[in-house]
């Protein structure tokens, strides 16, 4: 093989610009606000095939206010495979994976080796986070609302003015991604529980536990979910937010138009949330 010849080949392809979309908040307001800025724009959503109904419902309304197609990318095995494949053991805030192989992967065989600037929705208010950055010398992150100083209120702003507003989820979550990632608070799992019986039962059914050895594969450490559903523990989770959520009021009171009262009650995990998911 020519060498040389493969690195000109590889010079002379045209820069693809994509906006990666998750059904959240940050990545649909960057796709609304990039909208006329860059030219050949493409928007890709990875579909883990665990998500939400309200998160589908959400990116077909993207697109229509886009008025163009977006990717729909899936990985060639699902999330039952992956269990089976690590022996029942379950994606947690170390290994994650749930995103390797269901969001990056999909999404970095789209790309290939073309040469890609990569645009993620994280804020100028979040310094804490890192967000998608391919270690693929092709791709070229970007973040434009660090670049452009662009904070959550001007996120709310721009999907209210558009007129898409917040996916329905947000009603009752605090981020996008799979209806059963390991990084929902257990306000959320009872959310969950709440609005969408069916899925809470199906992400049960994944927790496993060994009578031989004592081990336990659960989505949230120390406790299952059939734990977590009983109805006193519900109660208690519900009056243990609202005291948090009241803390928080009072704590930031003068400021409130800068403190979103869910990140208040995040208990670090968006610093740790996984990066595609939830941008």
């Not at 379950?90 to 969001?103: G, I, V």
């Not at 100028?124 to 660090?146: C, L, M, W």
């Amino acid at each position: 093989m020519d060498i040389n010849k493969k690195k000109t080949d590889q010079a002379d392809k045209p820069v693809r610009h994509i906006i990666a979309l998750s059904g959240g908040k940050d990545s649909s307001a960057l796709a609304v606000y990039m909208r006329g800025k860059i030219k050949n724009v493409e928007y890709v959503f990875c579909d883990t095939g665990e998500e939400l109904k309200e998160t589908y419902e959400f990116i077909r309304k993207l697109q229509d206010y886009l008025c163009t197609d977006i990717t729909w990318l899936k990985s060639e095995r699902d999330f039952r495979y992956y269990v089976d494949l690590y022996n029942g053991v379950l994606p947690d805030a170390r290994t994650r994976w749930c995103t390797r192989m269901l969001k990056l992967k999909p999404y970095e065989d789209f790309i290939g080796d073309d040469p890609v600037i990569s645009y993620v929705g994280i804020r100028a208010d979040e310094p804490h986070r890192k967000g998608y950055i391919s270690t693929k010398p092709n791709i070229t992150t970007v973040f434009p609302f660090v670049e452009d100083n662009i904070r959550r209120d001007d996120v709310m702003r721009i999907l209210i003015n558009s007129g898409l507003g917040l996916p329905q989820y947000y009603a009752w979550r605090s981020r996008s991604g799979c209806y059963m990632c390991f990084f929902q608070q257990k306000r959320e799992w009872a959310g969950l529980l709440e609005n969408h019986p069916d899925l809470f039962e199906k992400a049960k059914s994944y927790e496993k536990f060994d009578p031989a050895t004592g081990e336990r594969y659960t989505w949230i450490h120390g406790e299952s979910l059939d734990e977590l559903a009983h109805p006193d523990r519900i109660t208690q989770i519900k009056l243990e937010y609202e005291k948090r959520k009241s803390r928080e009021a009072n704590a930031f009171k003068g400021n409130l138009k800068l403190k979103d009262i869910w990140d208040g009650d995040l208990d670090d995990s968006e610093e740790l949330a996984c990066t595609i998911c939830h941008l």
